[in-house]
């Protein structure tokens, strides 16, 4: 049996530039050459990492046991800023036990609570719009998303922190910034950046205690500074960047498809749905092989990466946008948030946040695009945004 499957040839570096720069394309490029699965080596990650789309593999890589496929190394390179402790990157028993602490306020009857918060800090962005104007929905639906989180985690908002956060993640948007911090590691005013988040948290984590926050019930279950540090983090970044970022594809793919119909709750949900299949917020989850793994024709060696690629899995059914398109029922072919015991805790709030603010922003304006084309996906940190930050023409009804 051969090791790994093959993959472009080209040095991890310039895999790397290209990771970055044209993520999509490569990876339809090396589909196309080398079939499935296939290999890329890049600054990522310390191992080679094989790809696959297929459903079918895709239910084995996440159903599989811990001692076969783990999870958590492949987020490493998220270290210098979420930190050793987060829930990203931890693994086994210790990622349960932070998992089960933090996921009860995004699920079930705590959601609800939320509804109305989601709204009215919609609204007040909403407006500041200038009818028939051009506008970068990127940046508002961040500004949005992390107002929003702040009020989960905290209770309310802390606008130096705001401002910290965004500093710090704008580093990781700009292209520049990404190829030099994926080859080389962080520079100074990314460490910087850090230092002065850590000091806004850490001040936030001195002072809280007796509320019913987030930040509280952490700090109730006996969680060191560092642990609860991380995971705030970790809920601050992870819990606007990606929501912000699919919020921003949903508005650019409705203006370029005024006919989609969003009159009730499920054509909405429909239409939220293949905005995630058409242009997937992430690209890869990734596992580590912790013994010989068997994927197709191949054994994969111990300490490699296997990867459900989304934005392949997602295409499978098709390329282009329709919010008429059924469900499809092969499991394992929808997998946005990823999927098995690392499958994104704050998912269901994530679709409450994109339900309440597709709703007020097309209740007040209709929306149409700057140019024909469509944007391209590239790279921000971890995200696929759109290439001109979901530039579009809103327009007062």
């Known amino acids: 049996m051969r090791d790994l499957p093959p993959g472009p040839r080209e040095p991890s570096a310039l895999q790397t530039v290209e990771w970055i720069v044209r993520p999509t394309a490569l990876l339809r490029r090396a589909q196309a050459r080398y079939g499935e699965p296939f290999t890329l080596r890049t600054a990522y990650s310390d191992a080679p990492l094989v790809l696959v789309s297929d459903p079918v593999e895709i239910k084995r890589i996440y159903s599989a046991p811990p001692d076969v496929l783990q999870g958590g190394d492949a987020s490493a390179f998220l270290e210098p800023f979420t930190g050793k402790r987060s829930v990203l990157i931890l693994h086994g028993e210790e990622h349960l036990r932070q998992r089960r602490l933090m996921l009860p306020p995004f699920h079930g009857e705590a959601l609800k609570r939320w509804k109305d918060t989601v709204a009215e800090i919609t609204h007040a962005e909403l ?103 991380d995971q705030l983090v970790t809920l601050l970044a992870a819990g606007h960047e990606t ?128 140019r024909p084309r469509g944007e391209r996906m590239r790279r921000r940190s971890v995200v696929l945004a759109p290439s001109r930050q979901g530039s579009i023409i809103p327009t007062a009804r």
């Open 127 to 229: 407006d500041t719009w200038r009818s028939g104007e051009l506008l970068k929905t990127l940046p508002r639906m961040q500004a949005i998303t992390l107002e929003v989180i702040q009020r989960v985690i905290f209770g309310s908002r802390d606008l130096e922190l705001r401002d910290a956060l965004r500093r710090a993640l704008d580093l990781t948007g700009s292209m520049p910034d990404l190829v030099w911090m994926s080859l080389f590691g962080p520079h100074q005013r990314f460490t910087r950046a850090v230092e002065r988040i850590d000091e806004l948290i850490y001040a936030r984590i001195d002072s809280a205690g007796g509320g019913d926050s987030i930040l509280d019930m952490l700090k109730a279950s006996g969680a060191t500074r560092e642990e609860l540090r």
């Open 243 to 370: 929501t912000a970022t699919a919020l921003a594809w949903a508005l650019e793919r409705l203006a370029r498809h005024p006919e989609t119909d969003l009159s009730d709750d499920a054509r909405l949900d429909a239409a939220i749905r293949e905005v995630l299949r058409t242009r997937p917020v992430l690209s890869i989850t990734a596992r580590k092989t912790l013994q010989p793994y068997r994927i197709g024709a191949y054994t994969l060696p111990q300490d490699v990466y296997v990867a459900a690629c989304l934005y392949l899995a997602h295409r499978r059914a098709g390329t282009t946008f329709d919010p008429t398109r059924p469900a499809s029922e092969e499991p394992y072919s929808f997998i946005p948030f990823g999927g098995g015991t690392r499958r994104c805790l704050g998912a269901a709030f994530a679709l409450l946040e994109m339900r309440e603010v597709i709703r007020a922003v097309t209740q007040r304006f209709t929306l149409a695009p700057d």
